[in-house]
């Protein structure tokens, strides 16, 4: 039986919609997320093949005493690259439903 990640997806998800609302730099928006939604997870919340990558976003953005690190703009970019990436792969864990999505289209011919 598959493991249920879908901790991971909310956090993944709430992440990622915080990255795209906020109206802080991106830096900020970078710490705002990895502090209120990826340090609550513990190692076993993340699907293994992530985990890897993971652990490299965490170590970019903090010290092994947990102080904070400043990375480059350079880093930034392609640290939140690597969450949305992440959250393409955790998003089959998501909660789904199975009613299925009427096409627009369909509706208008009636």
Known sequence: ????YGYAWEKFYNAVTGLVASTEGLKERLRTAYMFHF???????IPPR??????????ALYNSDH?????????VSRLLDSIVSMYGRVAKYGPY???PIEDEDEDEGE
Do not use: A, N, V
């Open 50 to 59: 992530m985990k890897e990558e993971f652990s490299r976003m965490s170590k």
């Open 39 to 45: 340090m609550p997870m513990h190692d076993d919340d």
């Open 97 to 99: 439903d199975d009613t």
């Open 67 to 75: 102080s904070p690190r400043d990375p480059s703009d350079e880093e």
């Open 1 to 4: 039986m598959e493991k249920d």
